[in-house]
T-cell receptor, first 112, second 112 residues
Framework: QKEVEQNSGPLSVPEGAIASLNCTYS??????FFWYRQYSGKSPELIMF????GDKEDGRFTAQLNKASQYVSLLIRDSQPSDSATYLC????????????FGPGTSLSVIP | SAVISQKPSRDICQRGTSLTIQCQVD?????MFWYRQQPGQSLTLIAT?????????ESGFVIDKFPISRPNLTFSTLTVSNMSPEDSSIYLC?????????FGPGTRLTVL
């Protein structure tokens, strides 16, 4: 049974700071890792995916994956109030048809 | 990416009745997924629907309660049967495209 754990938060950071969101997982066979952002009352939207160990950067977002330690993180630089949302960590298997399992989410609040 | 629409966007239903939720995708996809998100919770996978075969249900979900149809590669329905207040939730349709899952806008269901 795959398990995904995240700190539920809320995580509060001042505007302009770096927000760090962490996720650990139990299944060493997981091959694909995703970060979704979900605004209140909206459906999740994909912001990052990562498959290989190391860092992947996209604008203000950096995903970090360490398969040996079974954790994946998301850094948000220059945090903005519009980044305030729940961030969901998710992981998939080897094949594209493997189901994706979601973590409980971390609530982020960026304080102006 | 894939563009997904769901109908209805929300509904209020009486206990003991059934509601069918429709999901339409703008492109042909092999896998379609149905999730439930209860208030304040993360996403829980209900079932995976492949065209031409019976849906595969996750532990805790059964076909009699959540029958699913998948008549073609762009459409699926989820029925919530014999509803109780515990079924009040957001129901999300999702598809896999380019190794990533994308979500529809969700159906917010309230059962009185």
């Amino acid at each position: 049974q795959k398990e995904v754990e995240q700190n539920s938060g809320p995580l509060s950071v001042p505007e302009g700071a770096i927000a760090s969101l962490n996720c650990t997982y139990s299944d060493r066979g997981s091959q694909s890792f995703f970060w979704y952002r979900q605004y209140s009352g909206k459906s999740p939207e994909l912001i990052m995916f990562i498959y290989s160990n190391g860092d992947k950067e996209d604008g203000r977002f950096t995903a970090q994956l360490n398969k040996a330690s079974q954790y994946v993180s998301l850094l948000i630089r220059d945090s903005q109030p519009s980044d305030s949302a729940t961030y969901l960590c998710a992981l998939g298997g080897v094949a594209s048809y493997d189901k994706v399992i979601f973590g409980p989410g971390t609530s982020l609040s960026v304080i102006p | 990416s894939a563009v997904i629409s769901q109908k209805p966007s929300r509904d209020i239903c009486q206990r003991g009745t059934s509601l069918t939720i429709q999901c339409q995708v703008d492109s042909q996809v092999t896998m379609m997924f149905w999730y439930r998100q209860q208030p304040g919770q993360s996403l829980t996978l209900i079932a995976t629907a492949n065209q031409g075969s019976e849906a595969t249900y996750e532990s805790g979900f059964v076909i009699d309660k959540f029958p699913i149809s998948r008549p073609n590669l762009t459409f699926s329905t989820l029925t919530v049967s014999n509803m109780s207040p515990e079924d009040s939730s957001i129901y999300l349709c999702s598809v896999e495209s380019t190794d990533t899952q994308y979500f529809g806008p969700g159906t917010r269901l309230t059962v009185l």
